[in-house]
T-cell receptor, first 111, second 115 residues
Framework: AQSVTQPDIHITVSEGASLELRCNYS??????LFWYVQSPGQGLQLLLK??????LVQGIKGFEAEFKRSQSSFNLRKPSVHWSDAAEYFC?????????FGAGTRLTVKP | DGGITQSPKYLFRKEGQNVTLSCEQN?????MYWYRQDPGQGLRLIYY???????QKGDIAEGYSVSREKKESFPLTVTSAQKNPTAFYLC??????????????FGSGTRLTVV
């Protein structure tokens, strides 16, 4: 079955530390992959997307993600986390105008 | 500026009542979507529409209804048949293309509570 998994429900990092959020997908071919961010009580904002070409994609707010076909992964990274990055992050894929979301990873940033 | 507007931001429903959540977009997107969000469950698709006067059920359509009379509008009605409607509801829109490469634009959500 087509699905996307975010193994970490909650992650806490210190401000200034690096961040990596994990995402794995299950699909027969290479889907279109996305990362969204959601602040409390708000909608989702698109951080970045991958659909072909360079496997390292850059997004907004200093985020990047790397597509690894061999591992069926699309992990989100940021070299130095800011307190304003505290939010919930969703990985998603779209195979035919049908977006599927992971359960989300909540990020807490310690001062 | 283009975007999606959801209203109201907060909505309270009494037992047995139908309520309608509004979603309007001015992005000229063909497709519109309704998702339900519960803690720890991500987003689950309720209904979607890729063209005016046509819509399809998603994974959890029972107890909900929609209409798509205009390209800009995709209202969601939560009927009395939905036994557990308390949740955060998100509307999204997107371009219809081969494969879905563009991603969606989301509204800011409506929090529905049963009282």
């Amino acid at each position: 079955a087509q699905s996307v998994t975010q193994p970490d429900i909650h992650i806490t990092v210190s401000e200034g530390a690096s961040l990596e959020l994990r995402c794995n997908y299950s699909y027969g071919a290479t889907p279109y992959l996305f990362w969204y961010v959601q602040s409390p009580g708000q909608g989702l904002q698109l951080l970045l997307k991958y659909f072909s070409g360079d496997t390292l994609v850059q997004g907004i707010k200093g985020f990047e993600a790397e597509f690894k076909r061999s591992q069926s992964s699309f992990n989100l990274r940021k070299p130095s986390v800011h307190w304003s990055d505290a939010a919930e992050y969703f990985c998603a894929f779209d195979s035919n105008n049908d977006m599927r979301f992971g359960a989300g990873t909540r990020l807490t940033v310690k001062p | 500026d283009g975007g999606i507007t959801q209203s109201p931001k907060y909505l309270f429903r009494k037992e047995g009542q139908n309520v309608t959540l509004s979603c309007e977009q001015n992005l000229n997107h063909d497709a519109m979507y309704w998702y339900r969000q519960d803690p720890g469950q991500g987003l689950r698709l309720i209904y979607y529409s890729q063209i005016v006067n046509d819509f399809q059920k998603g994974d959890i359509a029972e107890g909900y209804s929609v209409s798509r009379e205009k390209k800009e509008s995709f209202p969601l009605t939560v009927t009395s048949a939905q036994k557990n409607p308390t949740a955060f509801y998100l509307c999204a829109s997107g371009r219809v293309d081969r494969g879905g490469r563009y991603g969606y634009t989301f509204g800011s959500g409506t929090r529905l509570t049963v009282v």
